[in-house]
């Protein structure tokens, strides 16, 4: 056992050396989560330190895709029994050193400006750049209230939808209705027997990052958000069970589209020297949509009104375009007829204009025969039916009476 710890300080040491060797600044300081504190190289960007998750109490996790190099420095309150304190290192959940003591003789007071004193030491400096460095911290007399810290330096894995599971009653209990390997757009039918819904991702081992949100595509609204991770059901091609989320079937109050968003749950704005756009946000979130059917949907109080007004403005508009569409029909058809009756008046006055010259000189003619055959009173008679018939059409009238027409 000596020889096993012996060996592990001169690795540790000879990582320190190298690291001092080739010039790496440690500048950049950083809370890691528990009593421990991070150092990065002065070129370190992006550094998305202390996200903390309901499901992993005491669980602290630091994605670092722009670090190159990591050193870890532990702290204690000048109060803190340290040796009852140990530590394991794991480097790409491997193990590097376990339950190892802290030697008090190594430990420095660190004045922070704060009430109390600290002592600290460092644990080691490690290369970050597409690893992986967990840290677990516990006292030997609650070894259950174990700190773990997590320094990512991998990119994240994107996540993705194996299984969706429909739970419904039968006569033998429960059964599973399956869809395998959904597509980005699933159909999907919920009847009354049905009562819940199990969505299975692919396992990582930083599930417990990740948050599956449902969101209605027509509202806009969350209507489901989770980072309980359970595992069992079906197992991936290790063998082992997959992290799935169970949801209660009555979240889907209508029929519609509704997206499913798998994505890292990490505070992305507020740090220093973060410079990652939205549309890099956006590429470690995976999207389903689920077309969902419901049989049988009900309605609350407010949508049949909402519905019921709907249907009064349908046919209030209805009726106000047929309304208006039967006032332009009477109007063109009146504008019709009174081009009609331009046109026959326009024809008469074209036959009247025609007709008179040749009426008035046969009429003149007439009355100038009885008057060479001296029948005085036919001439009169005939030259004062010939007045009025003038003075009718220079007064441009169109039709006389069946009296005048007698007289």
């Known amino acids: 056992?000596?020889?096993?710890?012996?060996?592990?300080l001169c690795i540790s040491f000879l990582l320190s050396t190298a690291f001092a060797q080739k010039g790496i600044d440690f500048r950049q300081t950083y809370p890691g989560g528990g009593k421990l504190l991070m150092y990065l190289d002065s070129?370190?960007?992006n550094v998305y330190y202390w996200n903390v998750y309901p499901n992993q109490p005491n669980t602290y996790f630091s994605y670092l895709p722009d670090v190159n190099n990591l050193s870890l420095q532990i702290n204690f309150r000048k109060n803190i029994k340290v040796p009852n304190f140990r530590y394991t290192i794991l480097l790409d959940n491997k193990p590097f050193v376990v339950n190892k003591s802290i030697d008090e003789t190594q430990l420095n007071e660190v004045d922070r400006g704060e009430d109390d004193l600290f002592r600290a030491t460092g644990l080691g400096s490690f290369p970050i750049k597409n690893?992986?460095?967990?840290?677990?911290v516990y006292d030997i007399e609650?070894?259950?209230?174990?700190?773990?810290?997590?320094?990512y330096g991998k990119p994240i894995p994107k996540a993705k939808i194996k299984n969706i599971a429909r739970r419904f009653k039968s006569g033998e209990g429960v059964e599973y209705d399956w869809i395998t390997d959904p597509k980005e757009k699933t159909n999907l039918i919920l009847t009354e027997n049905d009562d819940e819904l199990t969505i299975y991702k692919d396992r990582?081992?930083?599930?417990?990052?990740?948050?599956?949100?449902?969101?209605d595509k027509k509202t806009q609204k969350t209507i489901f958000a989770s980072t309980v991770?359970?595992?069992?059901?079906?197992?991936?091609?290790?063998?082992?069970?997959?992290?799935y989320v169970a949801t209660d079937k009555s979240i889907f109050k209508k029929s519609g589209d509704y997206e499913v968003v798998i994505r890292p749950k990490i505070k992305w704005d507020g740090y220093r020297n973060s410079d990652i756009s939205q549309k890099e946000i956006?590429?470690?979130?995976?999207?389903?949509?689920?077309?969902?059917?419901?049989?049988?949907?009900?309605?609350?109080?407010?949508?049949?009104?909402?519905?019921?007004?709907?249907?009064?403005?349908?046919?209030?508009a209805i009726g106000g375009a047929s309304f208006t569409y039967i006032k332009k029909k009477n109007a063109k058809k009146l504008l019709e007829q009174y081009k009609e009756k331009e046109i026959v008046t326009l024809q008469l006055n074209s036959v009247r204009s025609q007709l008179n010259p040749h009426f008035l000189f046969n009429a003149l003619a007439g009355i100038q025969n009885l008057m060479n055959?001296?029948?005085?009173?036919?001439?009169?008679?005939?030259?004062?039916?010939?007045?009025?018939?003038?003075?009718?059409?220079?007064?441009?009238t169109d039709l006389i009476s069946l009296a005048q027409e007698k007289t």
Not at 131 to 136: S, Y
Not at 204 to 215: F, G, L, P, R
Not at 373 to 391: C, G, H, P, Q, V
Request: net charge positive.
């Open 204 to 215: 990582s081992d930083i599930d417990y990052i990740y948050e599956i949100v449902i969101n």
């Open 131 to 136: 690893k992986v460095v967990t840290v677990l």
């Open 229 to 243: 991770w359970n595992y069992g059901g079906i197992f991936d091609e290790t063998r082992k069970p997959s992290p």
């Open 43 to 45: 070129g370190a960007k």
């Open 373 to 396: 055959k001296n029948e005085i009173d036919n001439a009169n008679k005939y030259l004062s039916k010939f007045a009025r018939i003038t003075r009718n059409v220079l007064n441009n």
């Open 282 to 316: 956006e590429n470690y979130a995976t999207r389903y949509t689920l077309s969902v059917t419901l049989e049988n949907e009900s309605y609350s109080k407010k949508d049949l009104i909402i519905y019921g007004l709907i249907i009064c403005v349908i046919f209030g």
């Open 142 to 151: 609650n070894p259950a209230d174990i700190d773990k810290s997590v320094f």
């Open 1 to 8: 056992m000596k020889k096993i710890t012996f060996t592990i």
